[in-house]
């Protein structure tokens, strides 16, 4: 019974960690989709300023 414990703890705490890594993974691929879409609208605003003759 003890063995069968250690078992399921090890399972449940192994699949806790993986799922740890991946809402950071997850995490860091949200951060990253924000960053580049700032970065665009920055540029496009720039482009556009700079179109339109308006500094």
Known sequence: MLSDFGGQL???SG?????LCE???LL??????FVNHQISELRRKKLAKEYNGIE
């Open 28 to 33: 860091i691929e949200l951060l990253y989709i």
């Open 15 to 19: 699949v806790s960690f993986i799922t």
């Open 23 to 25: 809402f950071v993974c």
């Open 10 to 12: 090890g399972l449940w």
